[in-house]
């Protein structure tokens, strides 16, 4: 790697018994060369393995009950996330025990994004704020995180900015999804919430 010159001390005389004095020369180009690769491979590699994140904004914790953000029942649509990718909705909050809960799936044509985009819709119709949708998800214990991942794709896609990720499921709301596992779910463009 490195060359090595030597060259003799003193021009060609030789006086007595005085040894020969040799001078050593190293060549560090290539070594220069390797450490600039090294640092711009670093460089570049580091500036690959940046993670690539969503940011959630959290609301601050409120200990007055009448301090919490209340949802009106006509401005929900709660999302459950069971196991095997599959997709529960029903519109509201489970306030009202009359609810009716269907089954979806996360397909482009058909799936949870036209129930979210139809009820948007609705939303803004009747109550004439853009950001009045609010979403309720409900991972169960059994759901696959890339569920997750892809209702809060789902919600940034179609530019929901309120929603909340809540790990409780009621029992009525297990009673509704065995239900809807036997009764399909309407299309979503037809749909009148």
Do not use: C
């Amino acid at each position: 790697m490195a060359d090595v010159e030597m060259k003799e001390a003193g021009g060609g005389r030789h006086q007595g018994t005085k040894s020969k004095k040799l001078s050593t020369r190293i060549d560090m180009t290539p070594m220069v060369d390797v450490a600039f690769l090294l640092i711009t491979f670093f460089m570049l590699t580091t500036t690959l393995q940046k993670p690539k994140t969503m940011n959630l904004y959290l609301p601050e914790d409120v200990k007055n009950p009448e301090e919490q953000n209340k949802v009106k029942e006509s401005q929900a649509l709660t999302i459950i996330l069971g196991k095997d990718h599959q997709v529960y909705y029903y519109y509201g909050t489970g306030q009202e025990p009359n609810e009716r809960m269907y089954k979806t799936t996360f397909a482009n044509k058909g799936g949870i994004r036209d129930v979210i985009i139809n009820k948007w819709d609705n939303v803004i119709k009747n109550s004439g704020g853009r950001d009045s949708l609010v979403a309720i998800i409900k991972p169960m214990n059994d759901a696959d995180y890339e569920d997750v991942v892809n209702i809060l794709d789902e919600m940034n896609i179609n530019g929901v900015q309120k929603y909340a990720l809540v790990d409780s499921i009621y029992d009525f709301e297990k009673n509704l999804m065995k239900e809807a596992d036997d009764h399909p779910a309407p299309d979503p463009t037809l749909s009148g919430q």
